[in-house]
């Protein structure tokens, strides 16, 4: 799989790199740093891909991960139109990764913006039939949901590039999977969760707590008080990839509908297509197992990590070695 993450916003893509790092049933290939809107509130830029790739560098070495070679930086601006690509070191590596002579399923799974995707797509349009694309973006679909209160009126994901999602979705033959924003909304844990089964996890669990706390705070202090709740809006991309079901593969303990892909208009709203490709569209995922799986996860390696630290038989004692972790 390749990773797309817009890594300097929002800290729920934090949870997700983690998550996906410590799945041994997923092949990490890439993970692309990609861009923030211009003035976005967690990074507010001019050059948050850059900043993105700080982050995931230290989120690898955090897990003690030396392979940063699977680490590229995106495009720092969006698509100026749909027919001009935005080159970068992760526009190649998608290119070079998609075309591998591999008969493996290529899964891209994106929590932000598509620039990356649509800029390699325009390079190399052959890619578009080698891979599905896991988007978490969008907004509701008319007949399955309505949008929450005081919604924006382009989704968060989507007003990151809308030029490039029209390539992905208009212009392009990619096979989507679409978790849109009154199912990535569902994914909700608690203050009380967060402290007791993430902060608990050795370090790697504090700073994923810390980096999520800040942001709690700063949002109780500017607004009506805090929520006791946090969004893990691009944990799905985990339990679409690395938690299938062992028997017929598939998501089985999630549900989708299946639609023809629309086209996304100017205004971020989607344009019926008679006839067109089809794609999934999640309505409901399955956060128990999704967050469960991560919650242990995080705290089986922060035990690892702990006896790997420690000199003596407790080291020798462990059943999953480095390399196992490394994967």
Known sequence: MIIDNDFSGDPDDLYQLVHHLLSPTVAIRAVIASHLREGDPFDAGPRTADNAVLVVEDVFARLGLDSTEVIFGGANDSLADRTTPQDSPAATAIIDEALRDDESPLFYVAGGGLTDLASAYLLEPRIADRMTVIWIGGPEHRGLASPPPGAMPIEYNLLIDV??????????????????????????????????????????????YDEVAQVIEREAAAGPGAAGTYILGDSPLVLLTALVSPFEPDTSSSRHVGRPTPSIGDDGGYLDVPGARPMRVYTWVDTRLMFEDFYLKLHEFSSWQAAADTPGPSLRSTHTTSDEWKR
Do not use: H, K, M
Not at 177 to 205: F, I, M
């Open 163 to 208: 030029t490039a999602a029209q390539v992905v979705f208009n212009d392009a033959a990619f096979t989507i999977w679409q978790v849109p924003r009154d199912v990535y909304r569902q994914c909700l844990v608690s203050n009380a969760e967060l402290r007791l089964r993430v902060a608990t996890a050795g370090e790697l669990g504090r700073y994923l």
